[in-house]
């Protein structure tokens, strides 16, 4: 659907985009993570073809986004930035509307009616832009980003400075987009936020660190690990396991964190020995992968290097 | 075309709400239209004295002489015919202050509310969103001044001496105001354009736009002082130079609006 290869991008001196590649399916949530400056925006700007990249090419379907082919392309793309983008003094029906008119809609008031209703804001059509809540607008501009029913949306920091009901109200959509098999490549610094809609996660500092699933990133980094909790304190039970061959086991009150090769067949050994010891096992369950510790080793690796 | 009349509407409307755009269009506008009749009709009555009487306007009664269809003229109608006439190039000055307020706020503006991002990313092209901004500018320009236009005859008809009012409307004032007006304006404010497209401040656009007041004000003060005439044939010369200018002025403004320093350089 959506493929970008070898995507470098250069401000002068500063390589703002260092090659990088990934492909993206149809109804795929991709989420870009990275620190302020990473070049996610210089990426999604690249992605819609508003700005050139200095070498590798972005190729939506089978075609290369080019200066000639862009301003036909982006009829096929919605870009969300970072702010809203409305223009305050006129309604937010006539905000839509001659964004209706610019991507040539057949029946531009009928589509925004559509989406007005859609986005919950039928009532508020005729008020000023300026008057809405920060939510609001960035419901508005969602709305606008929609409007031609694009196959890729590119959302920049979309629940940036939104409150928790408008966040969530913004991930279920997004998460109703996917259904429609609408790509969907999401920058943002809310890690919940990847963690509950990516299907995949890149996190990049200039060039790509990683891309992949967010369990599956964990697991690359840590292995798969147990998180086994006891009636008792956990620490006198780290010597018993590292006897039965776990070499890496945290202990933290009442729970053990074992790394294991593989759940289902670590599972067995480690209640036995537990029990054997006196231990009263009162849970058993796979250790859910925490994106923060992903990326928080991703880039300090990178900031050590 | 759609795409540019759908912009180019959104234009007008924000223009509709954001009427102190005009101010300084009309201060220009008020200043230019009594100016003349302040010179022509209400110093002479406070002052008792007549303008024929004086030797300072005996070029425009020679003139009004060379004239077959202004003979008929009486002295203080042809004098104040003449003022009128003059003046007549400062009018010119409120289209043009007009466009550039307009035009120099229209890109800017759409920096400052960060609201160019958003319309880059439609299949908008560079040349239909040019040429938006420039109509946006221009049709409401030239609205003033046709309206300027409209009070300035219907203050010379009602308190100018009779003949006044029909003295003026000859090929060479509605030239001036209908043909080098707009293409005035239209360089202006493809030179605010042009100037916004890479400055973060509206101010600095208008003032490099105002240099087009400056061969304006020119050709006014040489024509008071009875170096040169704006009549037929210079109007047509003067016309056609402004028309190549507003052409390169449009390739200029293509080129310097640049979508990639727009994006990545604006904060």
């Not at chain 2, 300035?152 to 308190?159: D, K, R, W």
Request: proline letters at 5%; one cysteine or more.
């Amino acid at each position: 659907m959506l493929a970008a290869s070898h995507l470098t991008r250069r401000f002068g001196e500063r390589v703002a985009v260092d090659d990088v590649s990934f492909e993206l399916a149809p109804g795929e949530i991709f989420a870009l993570l990275g620190p302020n400056g990473a070049g996610k925006t210089t990426t999604m700007r690249m992605l819609a073809g508003l700005i050139a990249p200095s070498s590798g090419t972005v190729r939506l379907g089978a075609e290369v986004v080019s200066r000639h082919s862009a301003p036909r392309l982006r009829g096929r793309i919605g870009l969300l930035g970072e702010t809203p983008g409305l223009w305050d003094r006129l309604s937010v029906r006539r905000n839509l509307l001659v964004y209706a008119r610019l991507h040539g809609l057949a029946d531009p008031a009928a589509a925004v009616d559509e989406a007005l209703e859609r986005f919950g804001l039928r009532d508020r059509g005729g008020e000023p832009a300026a008057q809405l809540s920060k939510g609001l607008k960035q419901r508005v501009a969602l709305a606008r980003t929609l409007l031609h029913r694009p196959d890729i949306l590119l959302l920049d920091e979309p629940t940036a400075g939104l409150d928790p009901e408008s966040a969530r109200d913004l991930r279920e959509l997004v998460l109703r987009l996917r259904g429609e098999r609408r790509t969907i490549v999401l920058s943002t610094h809310n890690l919940d936020e990847v963690e509950r809609v990516a299907d995949r996660v890149a996190v990049m500092r200039a060039r790509l660190l990683a891309v992949d699933a967010p369990a599956a990133l964990h697991a690359r980094l840590y292995g798969p690990r147990l998180r086994v909790t006891i009636g008792q304190p956990a620490a006198p039970f780290l010597g018993v396991l590292a006897k039965a061959g776990f070499r890496d086991v945290q202990a933290q009150d009442r729970t053990l964190s074992i790394a294991v090769g593989e759940h289902a067949a670590a599972t067995p050994a480690i209640v036995r020995r537990l029990v054997e010891e006196g231990a009263d096992v009162l849970s058993v369950m796979p250790e859910q992968a925490r994106l923060e510790d992903v990326y928080l080793h991703l880039v300090g690796r990178e900031d050590a290097q | 075309m759609n795409r540019m009349l759908a912009l180019l509407g959104k234009e007008l409307a924000d223009l509709r709400r954001n009427r102190a755009l005009f101010l300084p269009a009309i201060i220009a506008g008020v200043f230019s239209m009594l100016l003349p009749f302040a010179v022509a009709v209400v110093v002479p009555a406070l002052a008792g004295e007549r303008l024929s009487d004086s030797n300072d306007f005996a070029i425009a009664l020679e003139m009004y002489r060379d004239e077959p269809r202004l003979r008929r003229l009486e002295p203080e109608a042809a004098v104040q015919a003449w003022i009128f006439q003059q003046f007549l190039v400062l009018l010119v000055l409120t289209p043009v202050t007009g466009a550039m307020s307009i035009a120099a706020y229209s890109i800017v503006g759409e920096k400052q509310g960060r609201t160019l991002e958003p319309l880059l990313a439609t299949p908008l092209t560079t040349l239909e969103l040019l040429g938006a901004k420039v109509l946006g500018a221009l049709v409401p320009a030239l609205g003033l001044t046709v309206a300027t236009f409209g009070l300035y005859l219907a203050g010379v008809a009602a308190f100018a001496e009779s003949g006044a009012f029909r003295a003026l409307l000859t090929p060479a004032s509605l030239g001036v105001t209908f043909l080098i007006g707009p293409l005035a304006a239209l360089a202006a404010l493809q030179l605010a354009v042009c100037v916004s497209s890479r400055v973060n401040d509206p101010r600095s656009a208008q003032q490099i736009g105002a240099l087009v007041v400056l061969p304006v004000t020119a050709v006014f003060v040489l024509q008071i002082a009875g170096m040169f005439q704006l009549g037929g044939p210079a109007i047509v010369w003067l016309a056609v130079a402004l028309a190549g200018v507003n052409i390169g002025l449009i390739l200029v403004g293509i080129a310097l609006f640049d979508r990639e320093s727009i994006l990545t350089r604006w904060k």
